[in-house]
């Protein structure tokens, strides 16, 4: 798989040819691994909720660039991205299920509504990628889905947020059992960043 590369290689056109979907590429880590997907020669389709981030993220990207407007907690939109990147890319060599929200969640304060919305996306919004664009993975393809370190250490108030992601883990376990997964010889691998920053991008 050609997910690993050093910076001094990109010119080189490292990733010619090589199709990718970013969830949640419009802004913060998701749209840094497209700009270096992109610079390398791939050919990238992200995704994001908001319309603002991602004209202003393909504007940045360039000709290489798709930006599809979806959210991943919703199915409907989920299809519709699968019917997008088929008619754009066909086959795809890697899937980053990026997408994700981090709001702090108090035990004594967090609200039904802000956990039903956090399992949605971090959780729900990440299977059902995997299970909608996993047609269309081509032979050695990789899966990379974003946990936290957060899910493995004790953080103050991230408690649903930590169990979400840790829900991932789980995921990308039984997505590598997967008979459409197995079938083409593809990998699934968690990326799992320590605190840095980075805006939630969904």
Known sequence: MFLMTERSNLGMGKYSDKNVVITGGGSGMGLALAE??????????????????????????????????????????????????????????????????SPLTPLESTTEDVYDELFAINVKGAFFTVQKLAPLLSANAGIVLTTSIANVIGMVDTSVYAAGKAALRSIKALSKQSSEVRSRSCRALMNSPESCGWPSAA
């Open 36 to 101: 270096l997907l992109v610079q390398g020669g791939a050919r990238v389709v992200i995704t994001g909720r908001s319309q603002a981030k991602l004209d202003a993220a393909r504007e940045r990207l360039g000709e290489n660039a798709v930006a599809v407007r979806a959210d991943v907690a919703s199915l409907s939109d989920l299809d519709m991205l699968a019917g997008r990147v088929k008619s754009e890319l066909g086959s795809i060599e890697a899937l980053f299920v990026n997408a994700g929200i």
